[in-house]
């Protein structure tokens, strides 16, 4: 599986940025997709999580600001980021865990700052 993560930039506070992560290789039907984060000095965070059923979860930091969203082929993941903060100022990462595996997106970097 080979992930490829795009759209991150430098916003102001209050912005919005929409990331995008292309899939290919082997991807199963039954897999989790996700987004990760990880600022410097801290360790990598889950940040939205999309089930094959279409289940999302988030957590409390983000909820209500950031969606994730899927293709049906599930060919690319997509995290729509409203009413970004300083603090989510990381580079952001998608993850696909299928069959007892993790694979991971080089990453992208989020700047948010005025």
């Known amino acids: 599986v080979q992930l490829q993560a795009s759209g991150g930039g430098l916003v102001q506070p209050g912005g919005s940025l929409r990331l995008s992560c292309a899939a290919s290789?082997?991807?199963?039907?039954?897999?989790?997709m996700a987004w990760y984060r990880q600022a410097p000095g801290k360790q990598r965070e889950l940040v939205a999580v999309?089930?094959?059923?279409?289940?999302?979860n988030y957590p409390d930091s983000v909820k209500g600001r950031f969606t994730i969203s899927r293709e049906g082929d599930k060919s690319a993941v997509y995290l729509q980021m409203n009413n970004l903060k300083p603090e989510d100022m990381a580079v952001y990462y998608c993850?696909?865990?299928?069959?007892?595996?993790?694979?991971w997106g080089r990453g992208t970097l989020v700047t948010v700052s005025s």
């Open positions: 993850n696909v865990f299928q069959r007892g595996l993790d694979f």
């Open positions: 290789g082997s991807i199963f039907s039954l897999n989790r």
């Open positions: 999309i089930t094959s059923y279409g289940t999302t």
